[in-house]
């Protein structure tokens, strides 16, 4: 019987093998510090939409994301708020709709987002969740979502709560996008806003400030840097698969 193997004896004796059987060496990329650096940085003021989950006459998520759009202009943004009334349900309208167009055609323009949804039942709203589930993750060579950036909001109508942007934060990776790693939850959103529908002074509202701040930086940091933030391995492998087996076809 052979006896069992004690790993503290040569911990680092499997590092000593230093190939690689199971990797395609052509498609391999050590990362380059060079390219994080953006040779012609854009310089036209970040894109981005936001996108509330109420209907509501007084929709306290859209008070809250039209501060956050205030907020953005100020920090020099240019800015587009989607209005979610008219867009069908996923599957219950063709992708030709108008409102289906319109948000998807925003989704494009937009190098960052913010999304902000009550919570209802534990979660975040229909509403919320059909505007993501009318974003694409592929149109046709393009990804609308990946590698932009994301900030995430919720309001509840009682005690503080981070179910909506937990959700939010996973859908956000789903879509492959960049998510900050700040966030706001207004709690007990009722009390916060005046009659005006503005935000009153609050820690709550500079915790607002904060996370537009920071969706700000990052995106100036990464907007030029996107395709090559999330240039994977596995996708390149997957694209010359795909080409070879077209290549291969057209030669029979």
């Known amino acids: 019987m052979t006896p069992p193997v004690d790993p503290s ?18 498609l391999f ?37 039209f501060e956050a759009a205030r907020l953005l202009q ?20 063709d992708e030709s709709h108008p409102k289906v167009q319109e948000l998807r055609q925003l989704a494009t323009w937009s190098e960052g987002m913010v999304w902000c949804s009550p919570e209802r039942h534990g979660a975040m709203t229909g509403v919320m969740k059909s505007q993501i589930d ?4 592929n ?14 909001m919720q309001v509840s109508g009682g005690s503080q709560s981070f179910n909506a942007v937990n959700q939010m934060r996973v859908l956000g990776r789903w879509m ?5 790693p700040n966030q706001s939850s ?4 009722f009390a916060e806003f005046d009659d005006e529908g503005r935000m009153k002074p609050s820690a709550y509202y500079d915790r607002v400030v904060d996370v537009m ?40």
């Open 9 to 26: 004896s040569d911990a680092d004796a499997p590092l000593q093998d230093t190939s690689l059987p199971a990797l395609d060496i052509s």
């Open 29 to 65: 990329d050590v990362p380059d510090l060079a390219r994080l650096s953006a040779r012609t940085p854009s310089l036209h003021p970040a894109r981005i939409l936001l996108l509330y989950g109420s209907l509501r006459a007084r929709s306290y998520s859209r008070l809250l994301t």
């Open 74 to 93: 100020a920090m020099g943004a240019e800015v587009r708020i989607f209005h979610a009334s008219g867009l069908p349900l996923p599957d219950d309208a």
């Open 134 to 137: 009318w974003i694409p993750l």
């Open 139 to 152: 149109a046709g060579a393009v990804r609308p979502t990946q590698g932009k950036t994301l900030a995430v």
């Open 176 to 180: 492959r996008m960049l998510t900050i």
């Open 186 to 189: 207004v709690a007990k959103a």
């Open 213 to 252: 701040e920071e969706l700000m930086k990052f995106t100036l940091l990464t907007r030029d840097l996107g395709p090559y933030l999330v240039d994977r391995y596995s996708e390149r492998k997957e694209s010359a698969e795909a080409l070879s087996r077209r290549v291969n076809q057209r030669g029979l």
